[in-house]
C-alpha cells in the first residue's frame, strides 16, 4: 500500500498541473483600465496651470475645465500594455505613446501624439500631457 501511495504521489509531481508557477521574485503589474477612473488632465505646455477634470469609464474620457466642458467623448482605444511602465493607444484619432505608474487605483499616464519621442518622466514638458487618476470604488 506504501509503494502505491509513493508512485502516486511520485507521478502527480512529475505531470505539469495549473497551480503556481516558479517566478523570477519580482512580478510586474500590468497596466489596468477597468472601472471608473476620475482625476485631471494636465497639459505640459502653455495651459499647465490649468488642468482638465476627467473620467474614464469603458474607455471614454470626458473631460471639463473652468467655463469649459469638451463636447464630444472621447475614445482611449487600443491599449498596448509593452510592459515596463511603457504603453501605446489611440486617444481620439491620434497614435499616443506614454509611460505609466499604477500603484492599486491610482494611475499616472505621460503621454505625446506620435512621432514625438515617448516621455521619459511623468512630468509633462511642451507637447506632452498627464493624466492623474484615482479608481471609483464601486458602490456595494
Known amino acids: 500500500m506504501t509503494s502505491a501511495l509513493a508512485m ?4 502527480a509531481m512529475a505531470v505539469p498541473g495549473r497551480g503556481p508557477e516558479k517566478v523570477s521574485g519580482e512580478t510586474e ?9 476620475v482625476g485631471e488632465w494636465k497639459d505640459g505646455g502653455a495651459h499647465a496651470d490649468t488642468p482638465l477634470r476627467v473620467r474614464l469609464r469603458k474607455g471614454v474620457i470626458t473631460a471639463k475645465g473652468k467655463n469649459w466642458e ?17 504603453v501605446r493607444f489611440t486617444l481620439g ?4 505613446v506614454g509611460i505609466y505608474r499604477q500603484e492599486a487605483d491610482r494611475l499616472s499616464i505621460c ?3 506620435v512621432p514625438q519621442d515617448r516621455p521619459t518622466s511623468v512630468r509633462p514638458r511642451e507637447n506632452q500631457w498627464l493624466f492623474i487618476l484615482h479608481r471609483i470604488k464601486p458602490h456595494q
Open 8 to 11: 502516486i504521489l511520485a507521478a
Open 29 to 37: 503589474q500590468r497596466l489596468d483600465l477597468s472601472g471608473v477612473w
Open 70 to 86: 469638451h463636447p464630444d467623448k472621447i475614445k482611449i482605444t487600443k491599449v498596448i500594455d509593452e510592459g515596463n511602465g511603457n
Open 93 to 96: 484619432l491620434e497614435s499616443c
Open 111 to 113: 503621454f505625446c501624439i
